[in-house]
């Protein structure tokens, strides 16, 4: 489970070439779609940049990753950080 949080990022950029490349090969491509798949491999990207940013960070920091992710993703990126590294971990670094 470990392993899988510091990858979230990766699943989340993988759904989104999905939304991507379905309606490409069905015909049916809008621009809904389009967007919707962007966001995500966006997301996934950052996301993926910041569980795996050891750094603690300060309450600025917390709050442009917090902007930059838009808000909800962020919380679940955090809680995937969380699960993905243990406190001593986060020592070492920090």
Not at 36 to 54: H, Q
């Amino acid at each position: 489970m470990k392993e899988l949080a510091k990858y979230s990022g990766v699943i989340v950029m993988i759904a989104g070439v999905l939304i991507l490349a379905i309606p490409f090969f069905s015909g049916t491509t809008t621009n809904t779609t389009l967007l919707i798949g962007l966001l995500l491999v966006i997301e996934g990207f950052l996301g993926y940049l910041f569980v795996n940013n050891m750094k603690k960070g300060t309450i600025v920091s917390n709050i442009v990753w917090a902007i930059i992710l838009l808000i909800i993703p962020y919380f679940l990126f955090v809680a995937m950080k969380n699960l993905a590294y243990s406190k001593s971990e986060f020592a070492l670094y920090n």
